[in-house]
């Protein structure tokens, strides 16, 4: 039986989804964790450097973006509800779909909130759609690959 070639999947099949409604959106980014190095070196070491070890995670904000609907403020009344030191927090599932539109990889992210929304670039010669953007941060993003 001959093997079958792996192929990545491509960027353009996803799906984001809050509080169990699905939102469509034209691009997702900032999908990004990294841990930050902490250095330390103890005067009687031998060695003239230092050593590295983990230190605390970190994450991107996250960018959405999508098309402006005709009477949908959905995202400036979510950035209308942050006031000093409380804010309507948030979990999203992004998925990424296969050509079944089951989810292959999944990032689940933490009680987001926004903290910027902005509205589409308008121009008298142009001939796009009006996107509008809205970013997020977030307490924490977890990658599960099915």
Partial sequence: ????????????????EWGGTRIGFSEVSG????????EY????????SS???????KYSNITLKRGVIKSDNDFFKWLSTVTMNTVE??????????????PVMT???????????????LKAAGNEVAIETIELAHEGLTVENT
């Fill in 1 to 16: 039986m001959p093997v079958q070639a792996q192929y990545p999947l491509p960027v353009f099949h996803f799906r984001v």
């Fill in 31 to 38: 999908l990004t964790q990294e841990v930050q190095a902490i």
């Fill in 41 to 48: 070196r103890d005067g009687s070491f031998p060695e003239y």
């Fill in 51 to 57: 050593i590295k070890m983990p230190g605390l995670r």
């Fill in 89 to 102: 927090r948030r979990d999203l599932t992004i998925s990424l779909l296969d050509e079944a539109h089951n």
């Fill in 107 to 121: 990032w689940k992210v933490n009680r987001a909130f926004p903290v910027k929304v902005e509205g589409p670039q």
